[in-house]
T-cell receptor
């Protein structure tokens, strides 16, 4: 089954304690992206990756890092989480090269609470 | 980041009724997408539109890409209880970043 898998689904942690949210897709997609969803603000892009070793900032990248060492994985790293990063996070992927308007498919989300 | 103007914010209808929702933007988009999100899950793609004026159906769902590239609508015919959820429009730009700009969502409730 084609899917985007995120882990963990839920996490409660404390300010300053580094955490990583993993994202993996099994569709051989080149393009991957992270979004956060907040009430009244909709989904906003944090970082994206056009392919392995190619990443760039989205609309709200402050406080986040990403890496793309393998095609299937795109982890989101919070080096020093703060309460304003409490949110619902979604990873998405789509076909990349040569198919610039292919729709993005989303994982089931990770709910982070930073105390 | 920019948000699309999506309306209505919520709808409460009777089973069997038709539903219509729309999105408008001040920017032109290359692609319009409609997603549905159920509680505890990620957005699921319903319909993708790639050309201005395009009208596309997926079962009881019909969506159109506006001629000006700045708007889109989604219609659901003969609604059923499982149509309950939040519907989001999203516009995708022309740049390589391909970020989706999302509407604020339409919460649909269907009374059996």
């Amino acid at each position: 089954e084609a899917q985007v898998t995120q882990n963990p689904r839920y996490l409660i942690t404390v300010t300053g304690k580094k955490l990583t949210v993993t994202c993996s897709q099994n569709m051989n997609h080149e393009y991957m992206s992270w979004y956060r969803q907040d009430p009244g603000l909709g989904l906003r892009q944090i970082y994206y990756s056009m392919n392995v070793e190619v990443t760039d900032k989205g609309d709200v990248p402050e406080g986040y890092k990403v890496s793309r060492k393998e095609k299937r994985n795109f982890p989101l790293i919070l080096e020093s989480p703060s309460p304003n990063q409490t949110s619902l996070y979604f990873c998405a992927s789509s076909l990349g090269q040569g198919v610039s308007n292919q729709p993005q498919h989303f994982g089931d989300g990770t709910r982070l609470s930073i105390l | 980041g920019q948000q699309l103007n999506q309306s209505p914010q919520s709808m409460f209808i009777q089973e069997g009724e038709d539903v219509s929702m729309n999105c408008t933007s001040s920017s032109i988009f290359n692609t319009w997408l409609w997603y549905k999100q159920d509680p505890g899950e990620g957005p699921v793609l319903l319909i993708a539109l790639y050309k201005a004026g395009e009208l596309t159906s997926n079962g009881r769902l019909t969506a159109q890409f506006g001629i000006t590239r700045k708007d889109s609508f989604l219609n659901i015919s003969a609604s059923i209880p499982s149509d309950v959820g939040i519907y989001f429009c999203a516009g995708q730009g022309f740049t390589g970043r391909r970020a989706l700009t999302f509407g604020s969502g339409t919460r649909l409730q269907v009374q059996p």
